[in-house]
């Protein structure tokens, strides 16, 4: 079994930053493609941001150039950099991780979401 806890959500006014983490724990092998979603009230869930295990990353065209997303791989632990926020960025975040278990299948996980709300 996988774990997923994600950290660094909160409260920040329009403009300001937050940094997203998730770090994945259990007998894992190893860990493919990273991603974190975001889901905002009244509408669908949308892909943020994607990093490769070799470190190829794609954002949304929304997030492009304010956000960054890496990863440590001696950690199982994707980040999220989230720079500039805007009021329309309130959501909650999901981290998600496609996962090789030792001696098992890979499958995607997810973690509980973390909230992110932006206002003045």
Sequence with gaps: Q???VESGGGLVQPGGSLRLSCA?????HSIYTMRWFRLA???QRELVAAITKDGDTDYSDSVKGRFTISRDNAKNT???QMNNLHLDETAV???NQYVQLLGGPRYDTWGQGIQVT???
């Excluded at 994945?24 to 894992?28: P, Q």
């Design 93 to 95: 975040y999901y981290c």
């Design 78 to 80: 994707v980040y999220l």
């Design 41 to 43: 009230p009244g509408k």
């Design 24 to 28: 994945a724990s259990g007998t894992i």
């Design 118 to 120: 932006v206002s003045s």
């Design 2 to 4: 996988v774990q997923l």
